[in-house]
């Protein structure tokens, strides 16, 4: 099966400029997560999508982040606007569902850098 | 606000085991052990999990003290692919909620 695709796979923008991140996960699996991973740290859950609903979103940064996922198919990550701290990679991830006993699969990432 | 603790790095020769360690003191009767890797410029990959027996796999097998509150996974022939951030995750067995520290970076020399 085709895995979890994430684009663009590299961004550089100035601060308080805008971007987005799109995701497709693999087919037919219900739940989506964003994750972002700063340099020399694990990744750290952002949002959490069950079909196009969101499940938890208590990390996300919301007066600058914000995501959706309107057909339960892919999802865009947008910053706006973004500031230095920014810079990471954000992860996308599916699976079939909630409590999907093999985990989660994942993209490669988007790896942004804020100048 | 990983529940787990492990060694920052590590190294291993190539063909030898890797045998990399995880303390979850902390974990509860519903929680699952999880490990995943992390290669350079790749996304996290699923290696093995498991709640209170031993697993293994293709890639590695899993070592549960009885009382739960550690782990060991065993890589039983490194090979130089194998050098990567690996990540031992503590999961409630009833949703994906996967909380990731910083790992244990593994280096397997020649």
């Not at chain 1, 990679?89 to 100048?115: E, H, K, M, N, W």
């Not at chain 2, 979850?24 to 999880?34: C, F, L, R």
């Amino acid at each position: 099966e085709a895995g979890v695709a994430q684009s663009p796979r590299y961004k550089i923008i100035e601060k308080r400029q805008s971007v987005a991140f799109w995701c497709n996960p693999i087919s037919g699996h219900a739940t989506l997560y964003w994750y972002q991973q700063i340099l020399g740290q694990g990744p750290k859950l952002l949002i959490q999508f069950q079909n196009n609903g969101v499940v938890d979103d208590s990390q996300l940064p919301k007066d600058r982040f914000s995501a959706e996922r309107l057909k339960g198919v892919d999802s865009t990550l947008k910053i706006q606007p973004a500031k230095l701290e920014d810079s990471a990679v954000y992860l996308c991830a599916s699976s079939p569902d909630q409590d999907s006993y093999y985990g989660y699969t994942f993209g490669s990432g988007t790896r942004l850098t804020v100048v | 606000d990983a529940k787990t603790t492990q060694p920052t790095s590590m190294d291993c020769a190539e063909g030898r085991a890797a045998n990399l360690p995880c303390n979850h003191s902390t974990i509860s009767g519903n929680e699952y052990v999880y490990w995943y890797r992390q290669i350079h410029s790749q996304g996290p990959q699923y290696i093995i999990h498991g709640l209170k027996n031993n697993e293994t796999n293709e890639m590695a097998s899993l070592i549960i003290t009885e009382d739960r509150k550690s782990s060991t996974l065993i890589l039983p022939h490194a090979t130089l692919r194998d050098t990567a951030v690996y990540y031992c995750i503590v999961r409630p067995r009833n949703n994906n909620d996967m909380r990731f520290g910083a790992g244990t970076r593994l280096t397997v020399k020649p």
